[in-house]
Nanobody, 122 residues
Framework: VQLQASGGGLVQAGGSLRLSCKATGSTVPSLGLGWFRQAAGKGREFVAGINWSGARTWYSHSVEGRFVLSRDNDKNTVDLQMNSLLPEDTAVYHC????????????????WGQGTQVTVSS
């Protein structure tokens, strides 16, 4: 599986950004997809996940209600719509795959993409 993330950038607090991740690999349609982020000097933090069909999503408490995750299984893409952005959302965002439904644990995700930088100014 290979993952290619895009869509990051610089935005003011309160603004929106949409991240997209293209996944390639024959097993992708049967796997969960999700996003983690890593702020400078900190560990990797779970953000959001979506199950193989796209019917189920789960979010970290810090983004629930502001971020929306969706996937298109025809295109093998997963998109993260980020609204009401806060300076503390600043990080490199990575997409990943997992076979564990509902997982928020980094060790249960794999095939990390290269990441895309999101910077939110105050």
């Amino acid at each position: 599986v290979q993952l290619q993330a895009s869509g990051g950038g610089l935005v003011q607090a309160g603004g929106s950004l949409r991240l997209s991740c293209k996944a390639t690999g024959s097993t992708v349609p049967s796997l969960g997809l999700g996003w983690f982020r890593q702020a400078a000097g900190k560990g990797r933090e779970f953000v959001a996940g979506i199950n193989w069909s796209g019917a189920r999503t789960w979010y970290s408490h810090s983004v629930e209600g502001r971020f929306v995750l969706s996937r298109d299984n025809d295109k093998n893409t997963v998109d993260l719509q980020m609204n009401s952005l806060l300076p503390e959302d600043t990080a490199v965002y990575h997409c990943a795959v997992s076979s564990v439904y509902g997982s928020t644990q980094e060790g249960e995700w794999k095939y990390w993409g290269q990441g895309t930088q999101v910077t939110v100014s105050s």
